[in-house]
């Protein structure tokens, strides 16, 4: 079955950096899209970025361009959020949703991890 | 990269039916077939319950469905039951390679 695991959600200082991995089971990875998704504490969904099942085609949310990096490892089937001049307005649960196929909607969600931005 | 609009909440009894409503844009939700919903229960990840403006997932119960006209999709939950109360997001490809949310609608089971 499919499964997407996140990790690397923290508490961390305003300015600072962090690193979300998500490791992926259960399907060809290397075939799919994949996405970040966050959700703010008591707020609505926000989609953040999404990468191709190459790599060749990344693309962010105004909200996150410019500071935020998708990447991916096809060889160890994980997904990466680089997350760098972090600011509480990053506060969020961060979702890695597996895409049905090359950028169409999120068939298949992780759990979750929780970055805290906070001094 | 404007949010879908949706009602901030809804309720109904068991048994009945609601429909919440996910208002966009010629970009969005007009343009393209790929208006998806999905059911978000507390501490919850976020689960697909309609792709591709009305298809249903394999396995899911048929008393959810969903329409589209225009730039307006609607998620309609028949029968009502307990286990529905929940947060429902819609979603649209929004062409470029993005992605928009509706602010969520939170279903009240009286």
């Known amino acids: 079955q499919v499964q997407l695991v996140e990790s690397g959600g923290g508490v961390v200082h305003p300015g600072r950096s962090l690193r979300l991995s998500c490791a992926a089971s259960?399907?060809?990875?290397?075939?799919?899209?994949i996405h970040w998704v966050r959700q703010a504490p008591g707020k609505g969904l926000e989609w953040v970025a999404v990468i191709t099942y190459d790599g060749s085609v990344k693309n962010y949310a105004d909200s996150v361009k410019g500071r935020f990096t998708i990447s991916r490892d096809n060889s160890k089937d994980t997904l990466f959020l680089q997350m760098n001049s972090l600011s509480a307005n990053d506060t969020a649960v961060y979702y890695c949703?597996?895409?049905?196929?090359?950028?169409?909607?999120?068939?298949?969600w992780g759990q979750g991890t929780l970055v805290t931005v906070s001094s | 990269q404007s949010a879908l609009t949706q009602p901030a909440s809804v309720s109904g009894s068991p048994g009945q039916s609601i429909t919440i409503s996910c208002t966009g844009t010629?970009?969005?939700?007009?343009?393209?077939?790929?208006v998806s919903w999905y059911q978000q229960h507390p501490g919850k990840a976020p689960k697909l319950i309609i792709y591709e403006d009305i298809k249903r997932p394999s396995g899911l119960s048929n008393r959810f469905s969903g329409s589209k006209s225009g730039n307006t999709a609607s998620l309609t939950i028949s029968g009502l039951q307990a286990e529905d109360e929940a947060d429902y997001y819609c979603?649209?490809?929004?062409?470029?390679?993005?992605?928009?949310f509706g602010g969520g609608t939170k279903l009240t089971v009286l």
């Open positions: 979603s649209s490809y929004a062409g470029s390679s993005t992605w928009v």
């Open positions: 010629s970009s969005d939700v007009g343009n393209y077939d790929l």
């Open positions: 259960g399907f060809t990875f290397s075939n799919y899209a």
């Open positions: 949703a597996k895409d049905k196929g090359d950028r169409s909607y999120f068939d298949y």
